[in-house]
């Protein structure tokens, strides 16, 4: 089974502080995603990535930087994390660029005070 | 990028059949179109996929009709554990996938 691992479950930070979360798949996917979830809003993407050193904004991208050095590994970054970022931040991967698969992490709850 | 349209929330009692049905009138000539399932505090998960007509698998089936503008999802015979929210998507058939969920159908499934 395709695992993508969250770094953390859930996530207290200051306003102002550097914020990274960590994703990592194991299935050698070409594709990863970062999106952020709202009560009332569902799902919404923030970037993605489909190769190596390459990113692509999706439809949130302010607040937010990306990195992706390693295939199997996606970092989002939040430079300085401000309280409108308080969300459930979720992971995904999928296999090739024209594959809609998506296989998502667990997510991580970050609180920003 | 096609967009969907789902009904925010349905309710079912248990043992009925249960079907979503999205629309997604401008879907493009290569889209497929996808359906995820997720529980409270996870990420959603791949139920099925679809291009045309119907497809079945072991927890779902996809109705599709000819002209693709809309699709349903049918839950055979529901129990408390289907409660989830359910999303439709349609791929943007650009080559590289920018895979946008929308706010999905709330499935309370009632004892």
């Known amino acids: 089974d395709v695992k993508v691992t969250q770094s953390s479950r859930y996530l207290v930070k200051r306003t102002g502080e550097k914020v990274f979360l960590e994703c990592v798949q194991d299935m050698d996917h070409e594709n990863m995603f970062w999106y952020r979830q709202d009560p009332g809003l569902g799902l919404r993407l923030i970037y993605f990535?489909?190769?190596?050193?390459?990113?692509e904004k999706g439809d949130i991208p302010e607040g937010y930087s990306v990195s992706r050095e390693k295939k199997e590994r996606f970092s989002l970054i939040l430079e300085s994390a401000s309280t409108n970022q308080t969300s459930m931040y979720l992971c995904a991967s999928s296999p090739t660029p024209e594959d809609e698969k998506l296989f998502f992490g667990s997510g991580t709850q970050l609180s920003v005070l | 990028l096609a967009k969907t349209t789902q009904p925010i929330s349905m309710d079912s009692y248990e043992g009925q059949e249960v079907n979503i049905t999205c629309s997604h009138n401008?879907?493009?000539?290569?889209?497929?179109i996808t359906w995820y399932q997720q529980f409270p505090s996870q990420g959603p998960r791949f139920i099925i996929q679809?291009?045309?007509t119907k497809v079945t698998n072991e927890v779902a089936s996809l109705f599709i009709p000819a002209d693709r503008k809309s699709s349903t999802l049918s839950l055979p015979r529901v129990s408390l554990s289907d409660t989830a929210v359910y999303y439709c998507?349609?791929?943007?058939?650009?080559?590289?996938?920018?895979?946008?969920f929308g706010t999905g159908t709330k499935l309370q499934v009632i004892p």
């Open positions: 998507l349609v791929g943007d058939s650009g080559g590289y996938q920018k895979v946008t």
């Open positions: 401008n879907i493009a000539t290569n889209d497929y």
């Open positions: 990535s489909y190769d190596v050193k390459m990113k």
């Open positions: 679809g291009y045309k």
